[in-house]
């Protein structure tokens, strides 16, 4: 029996678990998925979680939906991984044993070694992150949100629409905002911003971070309810410091490869093309095929950036308002289609639309 096991079931998880389905033939392999959670996160509305009432379920995929015979799910927090041996050690002293292993364990909430920050501030990983910024919000006046790329100013954004009596600041370190993306959308964003009244400060960074307190380098110093943090992520160093050559197997381990955010942060369907190149040539090692080479296709970037507005860019394209809105409608619908089956990716989609519409 060859066991496969995949670290994770994010988006490189999830599509390299189907992959496998899709793909084995043989009674041979065993396909086994390890998760902490027994749900799949849908990250990308983790913003409406922390600031809409009632959607909470709707960004939990239950892996017993996704992962049907003959994969196998486990439940469990991965605390060691055992490269020498080819085990995993789990939670509750479990092992695993691996003759081939797919590393997604994705990526986690990076301070920079800034004072404060892991004790005062919430981050936008995770549901549970989400959960606890609706938490403190729910008395809140005035909350900070430390970082404006992608989860600060999407979370600012929505604030302004869903809760306009707090008063919000906002803390870029570079001089704009979504600084990845075309300056149209970075202006647009801002002016979105200001004119929900959001305080925005750009070009300084936070010094350091008291329970009440947010001081800057140049000594400003604001006071906070909720201080919500999205200033940056790093890769999860569970292998330590991993790089991959371009079939995604990790230099060094001929049996390990790697795939999404494990790698260097990114966006989900990035992580999800890894997931399925991954597979494919796990696939291939074992019937001793060439491998893939993983070639990065530059995607699209959708923004929302409150209520219905949303921005979609792709290169020296875009689109915004509500004509973005629905194209980021459709490709939700079509990321449930394919992990899902049709009638539950329908009705999880009707479920969204309708708690989102009440909220
Ligand atoms: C708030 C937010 C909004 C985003 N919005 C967008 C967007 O609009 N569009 C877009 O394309 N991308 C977006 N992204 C980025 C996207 O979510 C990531 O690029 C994508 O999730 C990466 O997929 P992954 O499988 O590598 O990692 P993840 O999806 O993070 O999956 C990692 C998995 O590993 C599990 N895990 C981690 N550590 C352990 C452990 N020790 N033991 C067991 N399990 C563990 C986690 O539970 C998780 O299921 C957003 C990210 C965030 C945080």
Same mark, same amino acid.
């Given at each position: 029996? +060859?066991?496969?096991?995949? *670290? /994770? ?6 599509? !390299?678990?189907?992959?496998? #389905? $899709?793909? &084995? =033939? ?95 501030? +919430?981050?936008?990983?995770? *549901? /549970? ?6 938490? !403190?919000?729910?008395?809140? #006046? $005035?909350? &900070? =949100? ?38 149209e959308i970075?202006?647009l ?52 410091? +991993? ?57 699209g970037?959708i ?7 949303v921005t979609f860019s792709m290169?020296?394209f875009y689109i915004s308002g509500i004509f973005a809105y629905a194209l980021q ?31």
């Amino acid at each position: 029996m +060859i066991n496969i096991v995949i *670290l /994770g079931g994010g988006f490189a998880g999830v599509r !390299a678990g189907l992959t496998f #389905k $899709k793909n &084995i =033939i043989s009674h041979n392999i065993r396909v086994t998925i390890i998760d902490r959670n027994s749900f799949h996160t849908f990250t990308p509305s983790l913003y409406e979680v922390a600031t809409a009432e009632e959607s909470s379920r709707n960004v939990r995929i239950p892996y017993k939906y996704i992962f049907k015979k003959p994969l196998e799910f486990v439940e469990g927090n991965v605390e060691k991984i055992d490269t020498a041996a080819q085990k995993i050690l789990l939670d509750k002293n479990r092992t695993y044993q691996y003759d081939y292993l797919i590393f997604a364990l994705g990526s986690e909430s990076a301070d920079f070694g800034i004072q404060g920050i892991k004790e005062y501030g +919430i981050p936008l990983k995770t *549901l /549970g992150d989400a959960l606890r910024i609706k938490n !403190a919000l729910k008395n809140a #006046k $005035k909350v &900070i =949100i430390g970082g404006g790329g992608f989860s600060g100013t999407e979370i600012a954004c929505e604030l302004v629409v869903r809760k306009p009596h707090l008063n919000i600041i906002l803390i870029q370190g570079s001089d704009v905002l979504l600084k990845e993306l075309r300056n149209e959308i970075s202006k647009l964003a801002k002016k979105r911003l200001e004119e929900g009244n959001v305080y925005l400060i750009l070009g300084e960074r936070i010094k350091t971070v008291t329970k009440e307190t947010v001081i800057l380098d140049g000594g400003k110093a604001f006071s906070y309810d909720a201080f919500i943090w999205t200033g940056g992520v790093k890769s999860n160093k569970l292998m330590g410091d +991993i790089r991959v050559d371009d079939s995604l197997r990790v230099k060094g381990q001929q049996n390990i490869f790697a795939a999404g955010d494990a790698i260097s942060p990114g966006i989900a369907p990035k992580a999800e093309e890894m997931g399925e190149i991954a597979a494919e040539n796990i696939l291939r090692t074992i019937r001793k095929k060439s491998l893939m080479v993983y070639v990065y296709h530059g995607m699209g970037r959708i923004v929302p950036l409150g209520g219905h507005f949303v921005t979609f860019s792709m290169g020296k394209f875009y689109i915004s308002g509500i004509f973005a809105y629905a194209l980021q409608q459709l490709i939700y619908l079509r990321y449930l289609l394919t992990i899902l089956p049709f009638f539950q990716a329908i009705k999880k989609f009707i479920k969204f639309e309708k708690d989102l519409a009440r909220s």
